[in-house]
């Protein structure tokens, strides 16, 4: 089983700069790829940015060129830094990481970006 425990949401105004984090714990050996989601009030959940254990990054058109995900120490912490954030990137931002032969998803709680204009 893997855990994963986000961090660093919060309010920002447009233009502002956060930088999400997110901690795995448990079978982390199992780790295929983790990701960033992110979902807005009365929206479907969406993909922001992915990372895969060999380092191949994927992001959402919306946010290239702004955010930058990254992953230092491999399968342990996944970084999201995100610059010249704009009222529609407010959101709950839920980490994401796919595990085993069938890459079974896997969740945090989520942490809330507000952005003011």
């Known amino acids: 089983q893997v855990q994963l425990v986000e961090s660093g949401g919060g309010l920002v105004q447009a233009g502002g700069s956060l930088r999400l984090s997110c901690v795995a714990s448990g079978s982390i050996f199992s780790i295929n790829a983790m990701g960033w989601y992110r979902q807005a009030p009365g929206k479907q959940r969406e993909l922001v940015a992915s990372i895969t254990s060999g380092g191949s990054t994927k992001y959402a058109d919306s946010v290239k060129g702004r955010f930058t995900i990254s992953s230092p120490n491999a399968k342990n912490t996944v970084y999201l830094q995100m610059n010249s954030l704009k009222a529609e990137d407010t959101a709950v931002y839920y980490c994401?990481?796919?595990?085993?032969?069938?890459?079974?998803?896997?969740w945090g709680q989520g942490t809330l970006v507000t952005v003011s204009s």
């Open positions: 994401n990481a796919a595990t085993g032969l069938t890459y079974l998803e896997v």
